[in-house]
């Protein structure tokens, strides 16, 4: 059982746009940035946001990070069969002390 | 550009160790902390371990403490992770990561490509 909760899939169709929530708490989201990590399959995890809604050199402003409260939202928008991946959030958790990631949502554009 | 290479992976007997190493290029190696992170075969992402820049610092996450230690050479610009007493279930590719900071900010914005570790008998 993770610490930050995800939706385990969602899906969208070419072009269409998607978000995909991760849910945490007062420990973690709601007193730390947060990241979203990008795993296409047989690759490693690719920093896709950082500090809520940082996007990195090279990354399309397709992809969108937002935080409320202990919530944390990514969003994809003009979906292509490329964006087919986990994605992951993550943060510090100030309670554990640790890195704390969310189960991962499997991303299918259909 | 930044490049990760981790290397020492392999199969192991359970009760086993094995130091993984991470050579670190492209980047000001010593200005920054490092992570390792794990993923077991059909699994998410779970943290395992952290360095200050300066090694002065680490953590390292319930699961893995007592077992492994990270630590860093930053003459040779190369991260390491021993771990000992491997069970079964520390199976996974372990993954070595930069922070974006010279301490834990939660961001890890550079990844290696992985190696694999196989705790069977």
């Known amino acids: 059982q993770s610490v930050l909760t995800q939706p385990p899939s969602v899906s969208a169709a070419p072009g269409q746009k998607v978000t995909i929530s991760c849910s945490g708490s007062?420990?973690?989201?709601?007193?730390?940035?947060v990241s979203w990590y990008q795993q296409l399959p047989g690759t490693a995890p690719k920093l896709l946001i950082y500090e809520n809604n940082k996007r990195p050199s090279g990354i399309p402003d397709r992809f969108s990070g937002s935080k409320s409260g202990t919530s944390a939202t990514l969003g994809i928008t003009g979906l292509q069969t490329g964006d087919e991946a986990d994605y992951y959030c993550g943060t510090w958790d100030s309670s554990l002390s640790a890195d704390v990631f969310g189960g991962g949502t499997r991303l299918t554009v259909l | 550009q930044v490049q990760l290479v981790e290397s020492g992976g392999g199969v192991v007997q359970p009760g086993g160790s094995l130091r993984l190493s991470c050579a670190a290029s492209?980047?000001?190696?010593?200005?920054?902390?490092m992570h390792w992170v794990r993923q077991a075969p059909g699994k998410g992402l779970e943290w395992v371990a952290f360095?200050?820049?300066?090694?002065?610092?680490?953590d390292c996450a319930d699961s893995v403490k007592g077992r492994f230690t990270i630590s860093r050479d930053n003459s040779k610009n190369t991260l390491y992770l021993q771990m000992n007493s491997l069970r079964s279930e520390d199976t996974a590719v372990y993954y070595c990561a930069k922070d974006l900071r010279r301490y834990n900010s939660g961001c890890l914005d550079e990844w290696g490509q992985g190696t694999l570790v196989t705790v069977s008998s």
């Open positions: 360095i200050r820049y300066d090694g002065s610092n680490t």
């Open positions: 007062s420990s973690n989201i709601g007193s730390n940035y």
């Open positions: 492209g980047f000001t190696f010593t200005t920054y902390g």
